[in-house]
């Protein structure tokens, strides 16, 4: 059974960093897409960045040069480095596996919270 553990998330001042780690059991991790999704409240659930197997990434405008995804295969683990967050990054943060196969496997997600 494939995992995804999300951690990372807090409360923070704009202007201020976060990193976010999701980490992947089973052995998927190192040819498997990874993607970051989030979800504030009242709103659907929108894509924020990806990294594929051969690391390639890309992200949604809002984010571009704020942040930036990496993955460690040694670790199975995806980062989610974010820099001069803002109030509207406020959202729920979920990591997302996507495998050669087309299976998708879903963390709980992580909270994260920029106040103003």
């Known amino acids: 059974q494939v995992q995804l553990v999300e951690s990372g998330g807090g409360l923070v001042q704009a202007g201020g960093s976060l990193r976010l780690s999701c980490e992947a059991s089973?052995?998927?991790?190192?040819?498997?897409?990874m993607r970051w999704y989030r979800q504030a409240p009242g709103k659907e659930r929108e894509f924020v960045a990806a990294i594929t197997s051969g690391s390639s990434t890309n992200y949604v405008d809002s984010v571009k040069g704020r942040f930036t995804i990496s993955r460690d295969n040694a670790k199975s683990t995806v980062y989610l480095q974010m820099d001069k967050l803002k109030p509207e990054d406020t959202a729920v943060y979920y990591c997302n596996a996507r495998t050669p196969t087309l299976r998708e496997y879903w963390g709980k997600g992580t909270l994260v919270t920029v106040s103003s």
């Open positions: 089973g052995s998927i991790f190192s040819f498997s897409a």
